[in-house]
């Protein structure tokens, strides 16, 4: 049975806003995404590729992470929209990280860079715990 961790939808909206790497971020490329980010999406460039990449993104998203009851989608949503008040680490269980992104603006912004590069993983070893 094939997984769907990820949605190729969600990965094509965040490609609009490409230029600052969201869309990497969320398929599990912290690196690449941090590059997009500083480069405008490698000035324009690595963004109008990354158009026909976003399948294959997706799919290597989809066999290298666990499916579970915490779905990752809804954890980006929360972490891009609700992340300063920590409401994705709340989702997630964390309920002590959560209050102390709640009271510090998301660690005064240096938690929610932390789980631009983590949330997959976090959300992966959750989900491992789970099954």
Do not use: C
């Not at 963004?47 to 809804?74: C, H, K, Q």
């Not at 309920?95 to 998301?106: D, R």
């Amino acid at each position: 049975m094939e997984k769907n961790t990820h949605s190729v939808a969600i990965g094509y909206v965040l490609w609009i806003f490409g230029f600052t790497g969201s869309h990497r971020f969320y398929f599990g490329k912290p690196i690449t995404g941090t590059i997009w980010l500083f480069t405008l999406g490698l000035f324009g460039i690595g963004w109008l590729i990354d158009l026909f990449l976003i399948p294959s993104m997706d799919r290597a998203a989809d066999n290298r992470y666990t499916e579970g009851p915490l779905d990752y989608t809804v954890s980006w949503i929360l972490l891009t929209f609700l992340g300063v008040f920590g409401v994705h680490r709340f989702y997630m269980g964390k309920w002590i990280s959560g209050l102390i992104y709640l009271f510090t603006g998301g660690l005064f912004l240096i938690g929610i860079v932390y789980d631009f590069w983590t949330l997959n993983s976090q959300v992966d070893e959750s989900n491992r715990i789970s099954v």
